[in-house]
């Protein structure tokens, strides 16, 4: 039986345009919040059709030291051109932090299956 990590997916975002890319600051203070944007498609347009789209991302956070990751945020993408209408796989959390870690996506097209990224983040 395959575990759920052996069907992640990784490149790199400017190649490939599946990846979920990560926008956050390279260090942020304790307990200030920032934005933390996840898109796809930066460098390569990814497909926003009803055969062919991203449903979601999931986004954790996994403190230095810890054991386990912390669920940020999930976010659906669920208008692929029903009625004319779209909305494209970006999404912004507000997000505060006390330790330093990484932040890891997940995100799901609807063909080509789980795609990963991640980014560490400093507090000071």
Same mark, same amino acid.
């Given at each position: #039986?395959?575990?759920?990590?052996?069907?992640?997916?990784?490149?790199?975002?400017?190649?490939?345009?599946?990846? &979920?890319?990560?926008? =956050? &600051?390279?260090?942020?203070?304790?307990?200030?919040?920032?934005?933390?944007?996840?898109?796809?498609?930066?460098?390569?347009?990814? &497909?926003?059709? #009803? !055969?062919?789209?991203?449903?979601?991302?999931?986004?954790? $956070?996994?403190?230095?030291?810890?054991?386990?990751?912390?669920?940020?945020?999930?976010?659906? $993408?669920?208008?692929?051109? !029903?009625?004319?209408?779209?909305? !494209?796989?970006?999404?912004?959390?507000?997000?505060?932090?006390?330790?330093?870690?990484? =932040?890891?996506?997940?995100?799901?097209?609807?063909?080509?299956?789980?795609? !990963?990224?991640?980014?560490? =983040?400093?507090?000071?």
């Amino acid at each position: #039986m395959k575990s759920l990590g052996e069907f992640l997916q990784t490149g790199d975002w400017k190649g490939e345009k599946h990846v &979920p890319v990560i926008h =956050i &600051p390279e260090k942020v203070k304790a307990e200030e919040c920032f934005d933390l944007k996840v898109s796809i498609g930066d460098e390569i347009k990814h &497909p926003n059709t #009803m !055969e062919h789209h991203i449903s979601w991302f999931k986004v954790f $956070f996994h403190p230095e030291g810890a054991k386990f990751p912390i669920e940020i945020a999930t976010h659906n $993408f669920t208008a692929h051109g !029903e009625g004319e209408v779209y909305d !494209e796989p970006v999404s912004v959390s507000n997000v505060k932090l006390n330790k330093s870690g990484t =932040i890891h996506v997940i995100s799901y097209c609807n063909i080509h299956g789980l795609w !990963e990224n991640s980014k560490d =983040i400093t507090v000071e």
